[in-house]
């Protein structure tokens, strides 16, 4: 079973970020899991005064992170950057080994946001996460009005979501 970890830089209740995520939670072939986490609004602001005292919702990211095979990412684009959000997520993950060659790919909702797709690649580059070029799609919702259910009743929108969760099981995989 392959385990992977999804993360949405969008706390918003409408979000099409999220939503592609949850619609790859629903759409995943048989052997992959995809859990949503969904307490990345409860991070504290980073603050390396903080990281000794492992606060509860920084400690259950890190858990999730290293328990997983793979990573899956959404992020909206604000004002040319990565949201808030999520960069103060992994901000709290630089100071340890959680992203080191642990297989990553990004969805992005909107293919008008480029620019904090690329500042997101090269913060996971940083952070020695291996980015799974073949699995990194946008399937452009923003705008759509489609709903998740729509999504899920889609044959390309499934066809590229299980094709990128196919390609991320592949790169989680012990080679033979």
């Given at each position: 079973?392959?385990?992977?970890?999804?993360?949405?830089?969008?706390?918003?209740?409408?979000?099409?970020?999220?939503?592609?995520?949850?619609?790859?939670?629903?759409?995943?072939?048989?052997?992959?899991?995809?859990?949503?986490?969904?307490?990345?609004?409860?991070?504290?602001?980073?603050?390396?005064?903080?990281?000794?005292?492992?606060?509860?919702?920084?400690?259950?990211?890190?858990?999730?992170?290293?328990?997983?095979?793979?990573?899956?990412?959404?992020?909206?684009?604000?004002?040319?950057?990565?949201?808030?959000?999520?960069?103060?997520?992994?901000?709290?993950?630089?100071?340890?080994?959680?992203?080191?060659?642990?297989?990553?790919?990004?969805?992005?909702?909107?293919?008008?946001?480029?620019?904090?797709?690329?500042?997101?690649?090269?913060?996971?580059?940083?952070?020695?996460?291996?980015?799974?070029?073949?699995?990194?799609?946008t399937i452009a919702v923003l705008g759509t009005g489609l709903s998740e259910?729509?999504?899920?009743?889609?044959?390309?929108?499934?066809?590229?979501?299980?094709?990128?969760?196919?390609?991320?099981?592949?790169?989680?995989?012990?080679?033979?």
């Amino acid at each position: 079973m392959t385990r992977i970890l999804a993360l949405s830089g969008s706390l918003r209740a409408r979000s099409t970020n999220a939503m592609l995520l949850r619609a790859a939670a629903r759409v995943a072939p048989r052997g992959i899991t995809v859990q949503v986490h969904d307490e990345l609004g409860a991070l504290p602001l980073f603050n390396p005064d903080l990281e000794a005292s492992n606060p509860p919702a920084v400690a259950r990211l890190r858990e999730a992170i290293i328990g997983s095979d793979a990573l899956l990412i959404a992020s909206p684009e604000y004002a040319h950057g990565v949201s808030g959000v999520i960069k103060n997520a992994l901000d709290w993950m630089v100071g340890n080994e959680s992203f080191i060659d642990k297989p990553v790919a990004l969805l992005n909702a909107s293919p008008r946001a480029t620019i904090a797709r690329d500042a997101l690649l090269e913060t996971l580059r940083t952070m020695s996460a291996r980015i799974v070029e073949p699995a990194c799609a946008t399937i452009a919702v923003l705008g759509t009005g489609l709903s998740e259910d729509d999504l899920v009743g889609r044959a390309d929108f499934v066809a590229t979501l299980r094709g990128v969760l196919e390609s991320l099981r592949q790169a989680s995989s012990p080679a033979p």
